[in-house]
C-alpha cells in the first residue's frame, strides 16, 4: 500500500521561507508527475506546481518566481521551495503523485496536507 506523507509546513511571518517535504512510501514501482496544491477556507483546491519524471516544471502564475519544485527519484520525494511568502498563501498544502505499483495501473495518490500559515 503506497503513502505520500508531507512535512514543513508551519507559521512564518509575510517575506520568509518554508520548505516543504512529500516522501512516497510502499510498494511503489514508479513514479511520474508529481505535484503541490493548496486550499484555503472557502475555496477551491488549485494547482500549485507540478514536476514531470524528467523534471520539466509548471507553476501557477500566482507563484512564478518565488516557489521551486523539485524531486529527488532516489527517495520518492518532492519539495517545494516557498520564499517571499504572502499571506494569501495561506492554506493546506497537498502533494499528490502519479505513482505505478506492481501488476497495476498508475493512478494519482494524496497526502493528509500540511497547514502553512503567513501571517505577522
Known amino acids: 500500500q503506497v503513502q505520500l506523507v508531507e512535512s514543513g509546513g508551519g507559521l512564518v511571518q509575510p517575506g520568509g521561507s518554508l520548505r516543504l517535504s512529500c516522501a512516497g512510501s510502499?510498494?511503489?514501482?514508479?513514479?511520474?508527475?508529481m505535484g503541490w496544491y493548496r486550499q484555503a477556507p472557502g475555496k477551491e483546491r488549485e494547482l500549485v506546481a507540478t514536476?514531470?519524471?524528467?523534471?520539466?516544471?509548471n507553476y501557477a502564475d500566482s507563484v512564478k518566481g518565488r516557489f521551486t519544485i523539485s524531486r529527488d527519484n532516489a527517495k520518492n520525494t518532492v519539495y517545494l521551495q516557498m520564499n517571499s511568502l504572502k499571506p494569501e498563501d495561506t492554506a493546506v498544502y497537498y502533494c499528490?503523485?502519479?505513482?505505478?505499483?506492481?501488476?497495476?495501473?498508475?493512478?494519482?495518490?494524496w497526502g493528509q496536507g500540511t497547514q502553512v500559515t503567513v501571517s505577522s
Open positions: 499528490n503523485a502519479e505513482i505505478q505499483v506492481y501488476r497495476a495501473q498508475a493512478q494519482d495518490y
Open positions: 514536476i514531470t519524471s524528467g523534471g520539466s516544471t
Open positions: 510502499g510498494s511503489i514501482f514508479k513514479i511520474n508527475a
